[in-house]
């Protein structure tokens, strides 16, 4: 979003979209297809990630909650909510660089409310789709406190319930307008174009 905000010039040629917005549009159009039943009777809990929600919020007006939330709700599983949440959610630990940063101790000891906020949900599954609350839940929390849940970016969700099938032809013609179309609204010339 920053960039379309403060490079308008550039981005008013080119889409800047989030990986929930892409996502979402993947699902809604059919171009990816799902199988729920991969998490079908688990629980998953989602860590709002200060970047994607509050930041985005406070910075641009506009925040991820319930793109990531639909996403993750297509995937399958049952979404149990920390509380607090949404914009109200509580750091990780590993926000502001602090991932990156020389204090483990102090990530950790911050990211024991983390910790306790999802035990209390009583998740089989965390999404966290932000690389540096990822590594801090998964590489970090999930050791100093015993979480056994598995760690997911929502990517990875995703990808774990994609349907492999072939396409139709016509989806694949389809498929080929819609390329069309992009790479000229786009300015791109293919010298040759591959057969697939």
Request: proline content about 4%; hydrophobic content about 30%; aromatic content about 12%.
């Amino acid at each position: 979003m920053g960039f379309t905000k403060y490079f308008p010039e550039v981005y008013d040629e080119f889409r800047c979209v989030s990986v929930f917005e892409l996502l979402k549009e993947y699902i809604e159009t059919g171009r990816i297809k799902l199988d729920k039943s991969r998490f079908e009777g688990k629980k998953i809990t989602i860590h709002d990630p200060c970047n994607y929600h509050r930041k985005s919020w406070m910075s641009f007006g506009q925040h991820f909650l319930d793109e990531c939330r639909w996403v993750t709700a297509q995937c399958g599983p049952e979404i149990v909510e920390m509380e607090p949440h949404g914009l109200n959610a509580i750091c990780c630990g590993a926000g502001g660089g602090a991932w990156a940063a020389p204090y483990e101790r102090e990530r950790l000891d911050y990211g024991k409310w983390k910790a306790d906020q999802i035990k209390a949900t009583g998740a089989d599954l965390i999404c966290a789709p932000c690389h540096n609350c990822r590594d801090q839940i998964m590489k970090a929390l999930t050791k100093e406190y015993d979480l056994p849940q598995r760690t997911y970016y929502i990517w990875e969700l995703v990808s774990d319930c994609v349907i492999f099938e072939p396409w139709s032809e016509e989806e694949v013609k389809k498929s080929h307008e819609e390329r069309d179309k992009q790479y000229e609204r786009d300015g791109v010339e293919l010298e040759e174009e591959e057969e697939y």
